[in-house]
């Protein structure tokens, strides 16, 4: 399986931004996608996870309320969308696939398959 995410650009604090990630090459409709996020001079973190079926959307707390992931298993794509984003938020962001079913897993070694990463700027 090859994930290309895309979707990343300059938002303005305040600002939405929706991300995609495109799954080519899945043969199953198992596992869990995810959404991890790399600030500069940070550690990679769990941001959002959602099981292809659509259930189990998991979120990280700090992010509840204004990112939404969502999926679309017709188009093997997931959705990052994230509201009210702050220079906080400016990250590499990453999509990922776990071979887990029973649950949304959001550490980055339960992830097996990685997208290259796209970039979102948020300015003050």
């Known amino acids: 399986v090859q994930l290309q995410a895309f979707g990343g650009g300059l938002v303005q604090a305040g600002g939405s931004l929706r991300l995609s990630c495109v799954a080519s090459?899945?043969?199953?409709?198992?596992?869990?996608m995810g959404w991890f996020r790399q600030a500069p001079g940070k550690e990679r973190e769990f941001v959002a996870g959602i099981r292809w079926s659509g259930a189990m959307a998991t979120y990280a707390d700090s992010l509840k309320g204004r990112f939404t992931i969502s999926g679309d298993n017709g188009k093997n794509t997931v959705y990052l969308q994230m509201n009210s984003l702050k220079p906080e938020d400016t990250a590499v962001y990453f999509c990922?696939?776990?071979?887990?079913?029973?649950?949304?897993?959001?550490?980055?070694?339960?992830?097996?398959?990685w997208g290259q990463g796209t970039l979102v700027t948020v300015s003050s």
């Open positions: 090459g899945r043969t199953s409709s198992n596992g869990v």
């Open positions: 990922a696939l776990s071979r887990l079913i029973s649950v949304v897993p959001r550490r980055e070694s339960d992830f097996g398959s």
